[in-house]
């Protein structure tokens, strides 16, 4: 009996593709997960490496998401993956427009609140707090034949 071992995992460039993922992960680390048909041609398989992960206090692009939608191939998947690795990340909004943006509302706010002490009567009025009812473990309310009386009762 000649037994053949060969490489199970064997990277397939020609392989289609379904999606690839590239970003942060649980733990402080990065990863890539390529989702693929299995060979067996029955199930979704994903494969994931992972690598270092950002450094503390360092902002970035924290994700990409290609979906290849089965028409793609892994080379050409970690293709556009390389490129979007090698594109420099620009934020898209700056220190000074996170605090335009809270300065605006604290604006408005003011705005509200001197309109309403010239108008008290389009006040909005504020919903009354009902009691809660925190029953233990195991109890719960229930209907009794008269009508607006409920009992807790073991469950």
């Known amino acids: ?3 053949i071992l060969g490489n199970r995992f064997r990277r397939d460039p020609n392989a289609m593709v379904h999606s690839a993922y590239v970003g942060v992960a ?10 693929a048909v299995n060979k067996d041609a029955d199930r979704m ?20 998401l290609i ?18 690795k090698e594109k420099k990340f620009v934020p898209q909004r700056t220190p000074g427009d996170i ?11 003011n705005d509200q609140i001197k ?3 010239k108008n008290p009567s389009e006040v909005p009025k504020a ?10 473990k195991g109890y719960r309310m229930v209907q009794t034949p008269i009508p607006g009386f409920r009992v807790a009762a073991r469950v």
């Open 99 to 109: 605090s335009k943006m809270c300065q605006m509302v604290a604006e408005r706010r």
């Open 127 to 136: 919903k009354p707090k009902r009691p809660g009812l925190y029953l233990p």
């Open 67 to 84: 979906l290849g939608g089965m028409e793609t191939t892994l080379d050409e998947i970690e293709y556009m993956l390389e490129g979007i």
């Open 26 to 35: 649980h733990g402080a680390r990065t990863v890539t997960k390529v989702v």
């Open 45 to 64: 398989e994903t494969t994931r490496s992972y690598g270092a992960g950002i450094p503390r206090g360092q902002g970035g692009r924290i994700a990409t």
């Open 1 to 3: 009996m000649v037994e």
């Open 115 to 117: 309109h309403w002490r």
